[in-house]
């Protein structure tokens, strides 16, 4: 690595400021015992992968016991492991191993709701003394024909009516995902006393923090309002039919993620030997919500990391290098400044993965996108390798709730399974994944040539690629260095990295399928000579070439992470 690679002995952030978040989806990474699941132990017997690729900080999907209707957000208890991952123990030693290797851990954490299987529903179905409110029932209304309807038309994420009849209770519960996924009642001030216990467990079990799955659906409002119509959808039972305002985004969902906060920064200080405990939280929700995430108007902090999904959402194969410059900049622009650090998602097991959204040819000039930008970077397992979606699973091996719900015709159109197939780690069978006859979701059949082995055997690999990106990101000018992106031309955007007395960083990438020719010279300010730091694996140049700046030629969909000497 180039000069570049210095000791930053003015560097003033903190751990997770600008660390690269590791998303592993425990199922799909490694089965331990040949039961075709994946599990903690096998998560542990890989962290030296992830420490040899760079990683210093891991978030795991759920971990905790359920009944698996939505694989592991369909929580039965908060404080055990489900046995399908292994025992405490084997969490405890995950984690104690990933801190030897400089890993930390993250935990998802699931609040608004729970199973239907956990104690505390089905107490509250019985109207047990304490937990009569803990989740949100009503009687609903009765119809015409006297026959009892729910009370609103608010509709679940999952498709079909939020409200469920319970036959016991004689009541409906709410819930906004799977029928098996009651929503909390977070207006009980015991719902959530309950949650900050469960945090302050894990976070006394070593983990760095948490992300918040779900966290602008926590509150709905007390009313019960019908929710107006969008125009986006004629089916009643659709998602998209009406416009949620009065079950996503209320005022109250800022209370409560400062609330957290402030239990997470009171942890912190009581235990000023571990690292500062974050938040990070998901919510696919506009501009100005998610910067008042971050610190409101009156400057209260909250989410040290609200996901920023710009890169998922409003950009695809399609776009061109004018929208990924919008979108990197107005989250800049919207971004609180006095301490708070930008995020870039690339991936997560929600969407389709980063070579099937923007092909494969794309998956080592977003790896260098994502990476060179300012701020943290969190990426999905297997992303560097650049794993493709296998969108051609069979009906009879679907197990994803909203695919299942959808049927048989129109499944793949909405099912998630295609980008959360087990991870390639060779291509012995199940692609070293599992020793199992069968796995619970089939393995993508690239996997023979796709797969970690062979990509670290290869001379030029994406996973070489994106562990030369985690390399350069130790620099100073990558964690300290000011930014400035300017599309060059419809179809080129480049960014650059300057700190004084540092050598400044160029990332320049070609978002069209054709060769561009670009002049960089007014953008570098002409007097300097461009050098090639990183380049893709299908790039006809090398490490340390220089590059003519007024005249340099990029293939189709290729970026090129340069220095300027």
């Keep these: ?45 890989k962290l030296d992968y992830i420490a040899e690729t760079g990683i210093t900080a891991i978030w795991l999907s759920p971990i905790f016991k359920s009944p698996m209707v939505d694989f592991g957000y369909d929580i039965s208890d908060y404080m055990q492991i489900q046995p399908e991952y292994g025992t405490m123990k084997n969490f405890d030693d995950l984690v104690d191993a990933a801190y030897g290797l400089g890993i930390r851990v993250i935990l998802d954490f699931v609040p608004n709701h729970t199973s239907d299987q956990h104690d505390w529903f089905k107490k509250s179905a019985a109207k047990v003394s ?36 319970h036959e016991g209770r004689q009541q409906f519960y709410l819930h906004q995902f799977t029928k098996e996924q009651p929503d909390l009642n977070f207006r009980n001030p015991l719902v959530v006393r309950a949650m900050d216990d469960i945090m302050l467990y894990w976070l006394n079990k070593g983990v760095a923090g948490f992300r918040i799955d779900a966290v602008n659906h926590l509150f709905e409002s007390e009313k019960l309002e019908d929710e107006p119509l969008s125009g986006k959808s ?55 919500q998610l910067a008042d995430y971050y610190e409101d108007a009156k400057g209260v902090h909250g989410s040290h990391l609200p996901f920023n999904f710009n890169f998922i ?41 980063v070579a099937s959204r923007f092909g494969p040819d794309s998956v080592d000039a977003m790896n260098m996108l994502l990476m060179t930008l300012p701020g943290v970077a969190v990426t999905y397992n297997g992303e560097e390798l650049g794993m493709e979606d296998y969108r051609d699973i069979s009906w009879a091996d679907t197990v994803d709730p909203p695919a299942k719900n959808a049927g048989e015709l129109k499944y793949k159109e909405v099912s998630r399974d ?56 130790k620099s ?28 400044s960083i160029v990332t320049v990438i070609n978002v069209s399928d054709k060769e561009q020719l670009v002049n960089l010279t007014e953008f570098i300010n002409n007097a300097r000579k461009l050098v090639v730091e990183v380049a893709g694996i299908n790039s006809i140049y090398e490490p340390g070439q220089p590059l003519p700046a007024s005249a340099l030629s990029l293939a189709p969909h290729e970026g090129l992470v340069c220095k300027l000497v």
Excluded at 254 to 272: G, T, V
Excluded at 325 to 339: A, D, F, H, S, T
């Design 1 to 45: 690595m180039s000069s570049l690679i210095k000791t930053d002995t003015e560097d003033f952030t903190d751990w997770w400021q600008h660390t690269v978040f590791y998303q592993i989806y425990p199922r799909s990474f490694k089965d331990s015992n040949g039961d075709g699941i994946g599990d903690l132990q096998g998560i542990t017997s």
């Design 130 to 165: 304490g937990y009569e409110d803990f989740y949100v029932w009503h009687d609903g209304k009765v119809d015409k024909a006297g026959k009892r309807q729910p009370p609103n038309n608010w509709q679940s994420v999952f498709y079909g009516s939020a409200w469920e009849w």
């Design 234 to 288: 004629q089916d009643p039972l659709s998602y998209d039919y009406s416009k949620h305002i009065y079950t996503k985004d209320l005022p109250e969902v800022l209370d409560m993620i400062q609330h957290w906060r402030r239990l997470l920064d009171e942890f912190s200080a009581k235990n000023p030997n571990g690292p500062t405990r974050i938040m990070m939280t998901e919510a696919y929700a506009g501009l100005t």
């Design 313 to 353: 959402t409003d950009v695809n194969g399609d776009s061109d290098a004018r929208d990924f410059v919008y979108n990197v900049e107005k989250w800049l622009i919207y971004m609180p400044r006095g301490g708070h650090v930008a995020n870039w998602v690339m991936g997560n097991h929600d969407n389709p993965r």
């Design 418 to 473: 295609p980008e959360r197939t087990p991870f390639q780690w060779n291509n012995e069978a199940n692609a070293g994944f599992s020793t199992a006859s069968k796995t619970w979701l089939p393995v993508h059949p690239n996997y023979t040539k796709l797969n970690v082995e062979a990509q670290k055997a290869a001379v030029k690999s994406h996973y070489k690629v994106y562990q030369q990106l985690l390399q350069l990101r």
């Design 476 to 503: 100073a000018i990558l964690r300290r260095g000011r930014f400035i992106i300017e599309p060059l031309s419809r179809f080129v955007f480049a960014f650059k990295r300057c700190l004084e007395d540092f050598d």
